[in-house]
Every structure is written in structure tokens, then in C-alpha cells.
């Protein structure tokens, strides 16, 4: 009887526990207006600056920022950029400390947790200049 009891609150707590991956108008919601800082694994990876009409400035927080869009498609967030036009695709799902992105291209290498909301600017330098 114990067990019994104890695999139906195992049943009950599972879809309470399990999280859903964002749709498209979810991820724009939570985006849209914002710059959200990423980390990887305990350290810093790069922060995404989330414009009007699914414009988006990344940056590795090197003082180089790349401009794109992105899309949803199959129920994923793809991302292309000027200088790289080949969608990077992610599946986002809103943990208790904020977003958790995994890359769905090869979703075993990248996984990325929102560090921080910051309305602070990013830091780009202009184009490179010299020799």
C-alpha cells in the first residue's frame, strides 16, 4: 500500500517539476527590452541585447558585438547574425533563476544559464581601425 501511495505522489510531482520549453511569443516577452548576461558551467559566456522586432546584438564580452535576428522554427529560437547567416538554434525553458538555453544543433556542448538581467548597455567598440 505504501508503495502505491508513493508512485502516485511520484506521478503527481513529475509534471509539476518538469519544465516547458518557451514558445516563441514566451521568449519574446521575456526578451524584448532587455540585456541578459549567460554563463557556462560557472563562468561568464556572453550577453544578448533583445531589440524590437527579434533584432538581437551579441557580444562574448569582448568589446565586439555581432547583429542578427531571430526566429522560431519547430518550435526552437534560431538565431543568425551578419556575419554568420547559418542559424544557431536553442530550445529556452525559465528555471528558477531565470533562462536556461540549450543549443540544439548539438544540444551535448552548450547549455547556458542567465546570470543576470542588467538594463546596463553592452560594451561595443567600433569597427577596428589600422593595421
Not at 44 to 64: H, I, M, N
Not at 117 to 125: G, Q, V
Amino acid at each position: 500500500m505504501k508503495m502505491i501511495a508513493a508512485l502516485a505522489l511520484f506521478a503527481l510531482a513529475a509534471p509539476l517539476s518538469a519544465q516547458s520549453t518557451m514558445s516563441a511569443q514566451e521568449f519574446d516577452d521575456y526578451t524584448r527590452g532587455k540585456t541578459l548576461f549567460y554563463q557556462s558551467g560557472g563562468q561568464t559566456y556572453g550577453a544578448e541585447r533583445y531589440l524590437s522586432d527579434r533584432r538581437v546584438e551579441w557580444s562574448f564580452l569582448d568589446g565586439e558585438c555581432k547583429t542578427g535576428q531571430w526566429y522560431e522554427d519547430d518550435g526552437q529560437i534560431c538565431f543568425t547574425y551578419d556575419d554568420r547567416p547559418d542559424p544557431q538554434c536553442w530550445t529556452f525553458e525559465q528555471g528558477s533563476g531565470g533562462l536556461i538555453a540549450r543549443f540544439e544543433n548539438d544540444p551535448g556542448t552548450t547549455e547556458l544559464y542567465e546570470a543576470q538581467d542588467s538594463d546596463e548597455e553592452m560594451l561595443c567598440l567600433g569597427p577596428k581601425v589600422g593595421v
